[in-house]
Structure formats: C-alpha cells, structure tokens
C-alpha cells in the first residue's frame, strides 16, 4: 500500500480537466471521468500512518512495553522478536533514546 496526498491528487486530477481543450461527446465524456475521480477522492476511507516505536525489555522475563502504547507483550515468537505492536500495531524498529 502506498499512502498518498489526497488533495493533492484531487488538485491534478482537476487541473487535466482544464487541460482537455477538445470538444464533442468523447472529451466531455474524458473531462466527466477526471472529475468523477476527484470527486470520489472525498469519499476514500483515510488511513492514518503508523506509529513507530522500540520494545522496553524487561531483562529477567521475555516480555517487553510497547513504548507508543505501554502495552506489555511477550516480545520473543521462538527465537525471533516481534516486529510490531498487537495492541496498537506501531513498527517495532526505533532505538532506545530516539525521538518516536
């Protein structure tokens, strides 16, 4: 998945509505499409972007708090850590002492 500015694409889509200087059924019909699509733009479920954290280990036990949401959580899945939050889904790929 790829997240995009939306308004900036609603802003080009109507700016080739502009562009099209043609005339008769076909270029309204190219002109009625591009605006269908801007228009539609409004309408789009918004996904925010996740959040990015690290695991604050707890040394004697092999669990760890999420540091975006303090969840504790059994970090380690066999040998491997896990990657992201189950309670608030951030990347699990920051360094102690980063700014989040």
Sequence with gaps: MR????????VELLRMVGDIHGWGE???GIRSGYQSAADR???MPVVEERKR????EHPEHPIGDCSVCGERVPIYSGSKKYKSCPYC????????GEEE
């Design 3 to 10: 997240l995009i500015d939306a308004d900036a694409a609603k």
């Design 26 to 28: 076909f270029f309204d």
């Design 41 to 43: 733009l409004d309408t």
């Design 53 to 56: 954290g690290h695991w604050i």
């Design 89 to 96: 889904g951030a990347i699990m790929d920051g360094k102690v």
